[in-house]
Nanobody, 115 residues
C-alpha cells in the first residue's frame, strides 16, 4: 500500500510563502504523474499543479507564476512552493499520485492565507 504524507501547511499572511512537501513510501518514478490538488470549503477539489515522470509540469491558470512544483527523487518527495499567496488560496491541499493501475491520495494539509 502506497502512502503519501503531506506537510508544510499553516497560516500565512497575504503575500507570504509556504512550501508543501509530499513524501511517498516508494520511488516517485513508479508514478507516471504526481500532482497537487486543493479543496476550499464548499467547493469542489481542483487541480493545482502536476509533474510527470518525464518532468513535464503544468499549472492551473490561477497559480501560474506564483506556484512551482518540483521533486527530489532521492527523498521520494514532491514539493509545491507557493509564493505571493492570496486569501483565495486558502484550502486543504492534497498530494496525488497515479500509476498504471491505481490512484493514491494523501490526507491533506491545511493552508490558510489571512491577515
Amino acid at each position: 500500500q502506497v502512502q503519501l504524507v503531506e506537510s508544510g501547511g499553516g497560516l500565512v499572511q497575504p503575500g507570504g510563502s509556504l512550501r508543501l512537501s509530499c513524501a511517498a513510501s516508494r520511488s516517485i518514478f513508479s508514478f507516471y504523474v504526481m500532482a497537487w490538488y486543493r479543496q476550499a470549503p464548499g467547493k469542489q477539489r481542483e487541480l493545482v499543479a502536476t509533474i510527470s515522470s518525464g518532468d513535464i509540469r503544468n499549472y492551473a491558470d490561477s497559480v501560474k507564476g506564483r506556484f512551482t512544483i518540483s521533486r527530489d527523487s532521492a527523498k521520494n518527495t514532491v514539493y509545491l512552493q507557493m509564493n505571493s499567496l492570496k486569501p483565495e488560496d486558502t484550502a486543504v491541499y492534497f498530494c496525488n499520485a497515479r500509476s498504471t493501475n491505481d490512484i493514491y491520495w494523501g490526507q491533506g494539509t491545511q493552508v490558510t492565507v489571512s491577515s
